[in-house]
């Protein structure tokens, strides 16, 4: 469009007679220069007969431009006349033209005159008086179109602010509303709009709403510059790294790492479904940019698809007798677990597809369970991979994290069978007990599926998100205790309960593997450190007490770094220590223990039990005393709720016997009874001391002796039966530790004497009982007297004894 050159002046209400001419999508305003092409037969007749007389036309939009035959009734009635400044013939027959908007007229009538529409017009008289608000809203309008132009790149800014450069208001809105980039409506709008004040308002709302468009539009051009502009760059880059290896003969790094991917997916031997994901994951890698995050997600699953032991297994060893020369080799005594292992490797060379086992061992710390494990993996030639549970909280440590978090892996059983390399390993899972559980859940529930024999041949890991087979595993629980395993994971798995080692299993241990492992340790050889006969049991009973081995461990330590001090100081003066009980002192400093023994005396009152604690075995003297009062029981030792409903059975029990013991009826309303149990600062707990509390009631207030050679655990109920309990090992081993040679039993304990070593039955004498009568006739130094040899003065009696109580106290 150009700046208007042709003068045009008509008069009021004159009347025009032009050839009319049809436009499609094209709305030419007055002060305005517009080219176009007319081609319909019709238009071309009227602009050949404009050109005849006058070179002046009519220019009007038509309603719909897709109709090729207009009427009257299709064309806008108001319009522009224009003049005719050039016209070129076409060589198909169309002609180009050049016009150029004189004035707005509307028709009066439309006639069709040899082929062509003539029309007979009004001419629109557009005069205005500026005004100061006018000439403001120019001013604001000049400035919008300004904006605009500079906004819009296909205006050219310098001829464009020319153009608006002039003080008549309704050329200022003509010119402006020809070049604003509008539908062909919205300026048949404007065009038909007389007024010039409210076409002034209406360019203004209109520039203001394009010039939004236009900067939306510059906002999203330069983003998008700048993607391409990153894009192109790295394409160019990419295209020149690929041309300079071709130059040096290499092949390009991307066909290489797919090719290789390809390879690798082919020699992983995956199940189906496993390779259908892993295809389908190479396919979206080649299409996806090389240095792109979602690029190096997918390659990240390709590489742990890849390198998980679908199908790789180690050749298990099955040599029954080779298994138990090395676990014999590794560990000294446990038996029991020793002869699980070797049934279990007898059955896995008759049966070829075995589902894999799953054990679990219980015992205090410092037994060997963890060791005993890596001793299984060595016997069965299988690869050995440890877990440490201890703490873990968030179930996706186990089933892993979905793929659509940032920086997600597998879980630690999926990662520790890569580990492995292995589909077959001994995995141990430690501290199973130690597991907590969250807001973010519980990953005991997520081990349920682990330890299924009956689901873990499709375990289903969250990131590989496909099944993978865990039934040739060889799982391996360990824990401190099984009462904080939850009830169904513990159904899961066989348990298998390793007790504290006895004097002489921890002296063989420590002198078969612990001596020669710590004098290596420290680089000293046999010749510089020996051990006299008792020293490394006085070092077991004096400076440990543990069911395990690891205190003792540390003390053989602290040994040798003190005998390496030694013969660097002294050199070639160096004698060989020869390390003697009487010298433990130096060398370890003060005993941390005494050395638990027995009572040396039989007395009124006093009676020895047996307990079980996490560290072993103990003895638990119970002492017992009365007082004037009025029959309160007053218990103290830190004893829990059980134990001191213990005591309140067995005293209740002794209450309802007093006929048959020949003791005063009456006793619980003259007397208190005061029960203690030593070392008060150890918390205690348990039924097991039950028939141990009556026993000593009974002796003190029968007034007869209980034997100090005898240790006894039992429950006790209302009606004096004795009850089972646990840890018969330990107990049993405590008492043999300090020189006792006669233990009562529960009857129904008799089942679990075969777990205590032969040497050392052999030493004991077992009572196995059923009531107290039976521990009573055992435990007393001598039977309790009939009740008709009850003598007069039992107070006098019981006065005395208390007397010479006090004053032995």
């Known amino acids: 469009m150009s700046e208007f050159k042709t003068p045009f002046s008509p008069k009021p209400d004159q009347k025009e007679n032009l050839p009319l001419v049809p436009l499609r999508d094209v709305v030419v305003f007055p002060y305005t220069m517009v080219p176009f092409v007319v081609g319909r037969k019709s238009s071309l007749l009227a602009v050949e007969r404009a050109l005849e007389g006058g070179k002046r036309l009519f220019l009007s ?62 001419i629109i008289d557009q005069k205005v008086e500026t005004t100061p608000e006018i000439e403001a809203k120019m001013s604001r309008a000049v400035s919008l179109f300004e904006k605009y132009v500079k906004l819009s790149p296909n205006l050219p800014y310098e001829t464009m602010i020319s153009t608006v450069r002039v003080s008549d208001p309704g050329r200022l809105t003509d010119t ?52 391409m502009e990153k894009a192109q760059k790295e394409y160019y880059l990419s295209e020149k790294m690929k041309a300079i290896q071709q130059e040096m003969g290499r092949k390009d790094d991307r066909s290489n790492e797919v090719e290789e991917f390809k390879t690798k997916i ?28 979602e690029a190096t997600v997918s390659r990240n699953y390709l590489e742990w698809l890849i390198a998980v032991p679908w199908t790789k297994k180690t050749r298990e060893l099955r040599d029954i007798d080779n298994a138990e020369r090395i676990l014999n080799e590794d560990h000294f005594g446990l038996e029991k677990i020793k002869e699980r292992i070797l049934e279990f490797l007898a059955v896995r060379r008759l049966v070829k597809e075995m589902r894999g086992s799953i054990l679990c061992f219980v015992g ?22 440890r877990l440490s549970l201890g703490g873990v909280r968030d179930e996706a440590e186990i089933r892993g994290h979905r793929r659509t978090y940032i920086g997600a892996f597998p879980g630690q059983i999926i990662q ?27 990953p005991s529930s997520a081990l349920l599926e682990v330890l299924d024999p009956e689901q873990n041949h499709s375990f289903l890991d969250h990131y590989l998100d496909t099944e993978f087979d865990l039934s040739s595993v060889m799982f391996i629980a360990t824990a401190n205790v099984i009462h904080t395993i939850p009830p169904a994971l513990k159904d899961r798995m066989e348990v298998l309960r390793l007790a504290g080692y006895t004097l002489n299993e921890k002296i063989n241990i420590a002198e078969k593997f612990l001596v020669k492992k710590q004098l290596k340790a420290h680089g000293l050889k046999l010749e510089h450190l020996s051990f006299a006969e008792e020293s490394l049991a006085g070092i077991i009973e004096l400076y440990t007490r543990e069911a395990g081995v690891r205190n003792l461990e540390r003390e053989l330590a602290s040994l040798c770094r003190k005998v390496a001090r030694k013969y660097v100081k002294e050199d070639k003066a160096f004698k060989s220590v020869v390390l003697t009980p009487e010298m433990l002192t130096d060398f370890l400093g003060v005993p941390r223990y005494r050395k638990p023994e027995s009572e040396k005396k039989n007395e009124v009152g006093i ?36 134990m001191q409903e213990s005591a309140q059975a067995a005293l209740t029990f002794v209450r309802s016997r007093v006929a048959d013991f020949g003791i005063d009826p009456l006793f619980h309303r003259k007397y208190d009874v005061h029960i203690h149990v030593p070392e008060g600062a150890i918390p205690k707990d348990g039924p097991s001391a039950g028939i141990t509390m009556a026993t000593t009631l009974t002796s003190l207030l029968t007034r007869i002796p209980v034997r100090h050679d005898v240790a006894m655990t039992g429950e006790i109920t209302l009606r004096g039966k004795v009850l089972p309990i646990g840890g018969v090992k330990e107990k049993v081993l405590a008492a043999h530790r300090v020189g006792i040679k006669t233990i009562i039993l529960p009857r129904e304990n008799e089942k679990d004497l075969t777990e205590i070593p032969q040497e050392i039955q052999k030493q004991l004498e077992f009572h196995l009982v059923e009531t107290m009568d039976e521990v009573l006739k ?32």
């Not at 082919?266 to 995050?293: F, G, H, I, N, Y």
Request: charged share 30%; net charge neutral; no cysteine.
């Open 61 to 122: 939009l038509q309603r719909d431009a897709k109709v090729d035959n207009p009427t009257a009734d299709d064309i806008h009635s108001v319009g522009t006349i224009a003049n005719i400044i050039q016209s070129l013939k076409l060589p198909n027959g169309n002609i180009k033209v050049l016009v150029e908007g004189l004035a707005r007229a509307r028709v009066v009538e439309i006639t069709d005159t040899d082929g062509y529409m003539n029309a007979v017009l009004q």
């Open 176 to 227: 402006v509303s020809a070049h604003l980039q509008i539908s062909a409506e919205d300026k048949q709008n404007l065009l038909e709009n007389e007024n010039v004040e409210d076409r002034l308002k209406a360019i203004m709302d209109l520039m203001e709403n394009e010039t939004e468009k236009l900067k939306v539009d510059r906002r999203i051009q330069n983003r998008v510059r700048k993607q």
């Open 266 to 293: 082919d020699k992983a031997q995956m199940p189906k479904d496993a390779k259908e994901k892993a295809t389908q994951e190479l396919k979206r890698l080649e299409v996806m940019p090389p240095v792109s995050a």
């Open 364 to 385: 205090p710390p410092g037994v060997g369970k963890t060791s005993l494990a890596k001793s299984i993996a060595r016997a069965t030639g299988r690869k050995f991979v």
């Open 416 to 442: 520790m069978m890569r580990k492995a390399g292995s589909r077959n390993p001994v995995f141990l899972l430690d501290e199973v007990d130690k597991m907590s559980m969250d807001f973010r859940g519980d």
């Open 607 to 642: 009676a020895t039990g047996l307990a079980w604690t996490e560290v072993g075995g103990e003895i638990l003297t119970t002492e017992a005393s009365l007082v004037r009062g009025k029959g309160t029981l007053t218990l103290t030792g830190k004893l829990g709720d059980v």
């Open 778 to 809: 055992i435990a007393l130094e001598r039977e309790i007297p009939p009740p008709s040899t009850l003598k007069e003065g039992y107070d006098k009696g019981i006065d005395k004894d208390i007397s010479d109580s006090s004053v032995a106290h």
